[in-house]
């Protein structure tokens, strides 16, 4: 079963991305960082993982390995586990505001997500209804 956490874990470390992050959420993911940078001295495929660069344009590639050897650790080590998800709530708690939206995708997507906030009335997506004149 896909676990969203270590999902999400896995796209932020393979990502890299702290534009925009405050302060205290690049702390927060450099000790995220730390401690899976740590695990991965023991673990091979870990290791493999965090080092290797995306082979698809898109990059999706590496979090999905990343992400199965952050499965295949965690499942080894019940401490691990726990503490990577401590240090990803610590992460999150710093990068999610009041007034944001968080999403959450799990599972076997193809094709785009849409995200939407604050509609009233219908919402149409696709390509418009041909109309048909009389």
Same mark, same amino acid.
């Given at each position: 079963?896909?676990?969203?956490?270590?999902?999400?874990?896995?796209?932020?470390?393979?990502?890299?991305?702290?534009?925009?992050?405050?302060?205290?959420?690049?702390?927060?993911?450099?000790?995220?960082?730390?401690?899976?940078?740590?695990?991965?001295?023991?673990?091979?495929?870990?290791?493999?993982?965090?080092?290797?660069?995306?082979?698809?344009?898109?990059?999706?590639?590496?979090?999905?390995?990343?992400?199965?050897?952050?499965?295949?650790?965690?499942?080894? &080590?019940?401490?691990? &586990?726990?503490?990577?998800?401590?240090?990803?709530?610590?992460?999150?708690?710093?990068?999610?505001?009041?007034?944001?939206?968080?999403?959450?995708?799990?599972?076997?997507?193809?094709?785009?997500?849409?995200?939407?906030?604050?509609?009233?009335?219908?919402?149409?997506?696709?390509?418009?209804?041909?109309?048909?004149?009389?």
């Amino acid at each position: 079963m896909d676990d969203p956490i270590l999902t999400a874990i896995a796209v932020a470390l393979s990502t890299r991305a702290v534009e925009g992050l405050t302060d205290a959420g690049r702390e927060a993911l450099a000790s995220l960082m730390h401690l899976v940078r740590r695990k991965a001295t023991g673990h091979r495929e870990l290791r493999a993982s965090l080092v290797a660069e995306p082979t698809s344009p898109e990059g999706d590639d590496r979090a999905v390995e990343l992400r199965r050897a952050l499965g295949d650790a965690a499942a080894r &080590d019940p401490s691990f &586990d726990q503490e990577l998800r401590r240090r990803w709530e610590t992460f999150h708690q710093t990068t999610v505001r009041a007034d944001a939206v968080t999403n959450t995708v799990s599972g076997q997507v193809t094709g785009p997500v849409v995200q939407a906030r604050d509609i009233s009335g219908g919402v149409h997506v696709g390509l418009p209804a041909q109309q048909h004149r009389p």
